[in-house]
Antibody, heavy 121, light 107 residues
Framework: QVQLQESGPGLVKPSETLALTCSVS????????WGWIRQPPGKGLEWIGN???????DYKSSLKSRVTISLDTSKNQFSLKLNSVTAADTAVYYC???????????????WGKGTKVTVSS | DIQMTQSPSSLSASVGDGVTITCRAS??????LNWYQQKPGKAPKVLIC???SLQNGVPTRFSGSGSGTDFTLTISSLQPEDFATYFC?????????FGQGTKVEIK
């Protein structure tokens, strides 16, 4: 049973880099695809990006210039980096495992509990 | 990016009521549409993938339908544990998007 746990600073200063890690247990990071999603306070879900088992990533268009998702196979983790943050990046950040329901019908079937990140000086 | 529009944004219903939530895509997404349920303070949980395939363990009172641009999530008889926010998600393009959510509240 795959389980996910997000970790990282809960407070980031404006213009700095938000860096989060998702630790994977109960399965190999090489066996699945993985994603990051965020949810600003009181708002809906925003997909940030995905990474496949060999490190190929896709990102939300409006975040593409600031975001990097990468794998660390030695630690069975994957990470999110978001540069030049502003208050608008304040949110709960979730990591998720992606499964294929067949014919590339991907869905996010395992989620971390989420970690709250506030951007403030 | 493909825009996903859910309606209504919120609804009030009673236990035992049938409820339908709609999700409209800004372009054809075939059946690359998932539904998630989120309760306050919790991570989302996938209910349906591929527009109509119920995930293991999800009660059969939940059902999904649609293809192309118009999709529905139906709860046939609301139970107390179904009061939550529901999100649709398209995975047709490499850049995925969620709907804005529909909050189902107790009348």
């Amino acid at each position: 049973q795959v389980q996910l746990q997000e970790s990282g600073p809960g407070l980031v200063k404006p213009s700095e880099t938000l860096a989060l890690t998702c630790s994977v247990s109960g399965g190999s990071i090489r066996s699945y695809y993985w994603g990051w999603i965020r949810q600003p306070p009181g708002k809906g879900l925003e997909w940030i990006g995905n990474i496949d088992s060999i490190g190929k990533s896709d990102y939300k268009s409006s975040l593409k210039s600031r975001v990097t998702i990468s794998l660390d196979t030695s630690k069975n983790q994957f990470s999110l980096k978001l540069n030049s943050v502003t208050a608008a990046d304040t949110a709960v950040y979730y990591c998720a495992k992606i499964s294929d329901g067949g014919y590339r019908h991907y869905y996010m079937d395992v989620w971390g509990k989420g970690t709250k990140v506030t951007v403030s000086s | 990016d493909i825009q996903m529009t859910q309606s209504p944004s919120s609804l009030s219903a009673s236990v035992g009521d049938g409820v339908t939530i709609t999700c409209r895509a800004s372009q054809n997404i075939a059946n690359y549409l998932n539904w998630y349920q989120q309760k306050p303070g919790k991570a989302p949980k996938v209910l349906i993938c591929g527009a109509s395939s119920l995930q293991n363990g999800v009660p059969t009172r939940f059902s999904g339908s649609g293809s192309g641009t118009d999709f529905t999530l139906t709860i046939s008889s609301l139970q107390p544990e179904d009061f939550a926010t529901y999100f649709c998600q398209q995975t047709f393009t490499p850049s995925w998007t969620f709907g804005q959510g529909t909050k189902v509240e107790i009348k």
